[in-house]
């Protein structure tokens, strides 16, 4: 059974950084490109960040280029997305996808961020 | 980026058939692909892939469940209703990056 398992939201600070990590299983994590999508609160869902399989390239949406960086560890079947420099309007559920390339499969339950002061 | 436009609401009721529109702002067809997909969420879950696509049941989605369209207009059909299908449903476009969501149709009881 594919699962995803996402950790590391919290509270944090605008102007702040905040990692979080998604722990696969269930799948071979290193044939899959893997994505984040998140959700503001009562909102819709929004594309944030897309990693081949290897990790070679990456690709983000506008609003994240130069702040958020995805990365992962293949070896540990493991997801990463680094939030720097995070915004009130970064306030979301983050979820852990995999990127068939047109459509997301199989999603995590989700990590919180606030960002507040 | 492509813009899709949901209804944010649909009541109907059990038993009855519901079909919920995404409308692109651009068509996301290419020859015969159709890359448009559609998620259910009910609340306090994560999305749930339901039809990639446009019109492909993914891996165990009820028949009751059902795509089609192409180009600019998609539609998901669920029938008959049931009680378990109460949530949000979202459809995506992949023809372009970034990919994007419509903002989400809820269905409600009648």
């Known amino acids: 059974e594919v699962q995803l398992v996402e950790s590391g939201g919290v509270l944090v600070q605008p102007g702040r950084s905040m990692k979080l990590s998604c722990a696969a299983s269930?799948?071979?994590?290193?044939?899959?490109?893997m994505a984040w999508v998140r959700q503001a609160p009562t909102k819709g869902l929004e594309w944030v960040a897309t990693?081949?399989?290897?990790?070679?390239?990456?690709y983000y949406r506008d609003s994240v280029k130069g702040r958020f960086t995805i990365s992962r560890d293949n070896a540990k079947s493991t997801l990463y997305l680094q939030m720097d420099s995070l915004r009130s309007e970064d306030t979301a559920t983050y979820y852990c996808?995999?990127?068939?390339?047109?459509?997301?499969?199989?999603w995590g339950q989700g990590t919180l961020v606030t960002v507040s002061s | 980026d492509i813009v899709l436009t949901q209804s944010p609401v649909l009541a109907v009721s059990l038993g009855q058939r519901a079909t919920i529109s995404c409308r692109a702002s651009?068509?996301?067809?290419?020859?015969?692909?159709?890359?448009m997909h559609w998620y259910q969420q009910k609340p306090g879950q994560q999305p749930k892939l339901l039809i990639y696509?446009?019109?492909n049941l993914a891996s165990g989605i009820p028949a009751r469940f059902s795509g089609s369209g192409s180009g600019t207009d998609f539609t998901l059909t669920i029938d008959p209703v049931q009680a378990d299908d109460i949530a949000a449903y979202y459809c995506?476009?992949?023809?372009?990056?970034?990919?994007?969501f419509g903002g989400g149709t809820k269905l409600e009881l009648k």
């Open positions: 996808t995999t990127d068939q390339r047109d459509w997301f499969a199989y």
């Open positions: 269930g799948f071979t994590f290193s044939s899959f490109p």
């Open positions: 990693i081949s399989t290897s990790g070679g390239s990456t």
């Open positions: 651009q068509s996301v067809s290419i020859s015969s692909i159709n890359l």
């Open positions: 696509r446009a019109s």
């Open positions: 995506q476009q992949s023809r372009e990056s970034p990919p994007t």
